[in-house]
């Protein structure tokens, strides 16, 4: 089983983002994520064998219960790795940050002490919107354009750097399971993990 811990996204959030993002849609390069497929992921776990599932369950069940349901919003518009060469287009994630990175952190290091890798970078609230398939198509102004134009990138961050999607709550930690397909994952939920209701 290919799987992930992370957290689903209302489907009136999912909606107006993806309203938002038809002004960019035709942006080269890049392969959108279907409105669907929004979510926000707090760890990748890679190919997990039942038996590992199993003992994971209560130790995220445990946690989940320790930490409060979130209130949380969308804003903005960036790239991942900043440079030459990105690789995901993502939405920002704003309200209660602070409460998120702690729950994110304190998965990790649980998860660790399962066997699990640890991440190797910092955990960066986002939620991934486009997958970069050629990143000189992002990089590069339009043919034809003057001196000092925008490129596709910029196009992207400049429409959507006053975006702000309604406020939504978060009331479970969900692992779920993705299955790769040539037109990009689909994903399934495995089981839910309450948070703290107050």
């Not at 489907?11 to 942006?27: C, F, G, I, Q, Y």
């Not at 790769?180 to 089981?191: K, M, P, Q, S, T």
Request: net charge neutral; charged share 20%.
């Amino acid at each position: 089983m290919r799987l992930f811990i992370g957290l689903k996204i209302p489907s009136n959030v999912k909606a107006h983002l993806s309203e938002a993002l038809r002004a960019v849609r035709k942006l080269p390069g890049v392969r959108w994520i279907p409105e669907e497929s929004f979510h926000l992921t707090l760890k990748f776990l890679g190919e997990c064998e039942l038996p590992k599932v199993e003992e994971m369950k209560p130790v995220i069940t445990e946690i989940a219960a320790r930490h409060p349901v979130l209130h949380l919003g969308l804003h903005s518009g960036g790239a991942f790795p900043e440079g030459r060469s990105p690789r995901v287009l993502w939405t920002a994630v704003g309200g209660d940050t602070g409460v998120l990175l702690t729950l994110a952190q304190t998965l990790e290091e649980a998860l660790v002490s399962l066997g699990f890798p640890k991440e190797n970078r910092s955990f960066h609230p986002h939620l991934t919107v486009a997958r970069v398939k050629e990143p000189s198509a992002l990089m590069e102004p339009m043919k034809r354009s003057k001196p000092g134009a925008m490129t596709p990138l910029d196009q992207f961050c400049t429409l959507f750097a006053s975006y702000t999607s309604p406020a939504f709550e978060v009331t479970t930690v969900d692992l779920i399971q993705s299955f790769l397909h040539a037109g990009g994952a689909r994903y399934e939920d495995v089981e839910s993990f309450p948070l703290r209701s107050h």
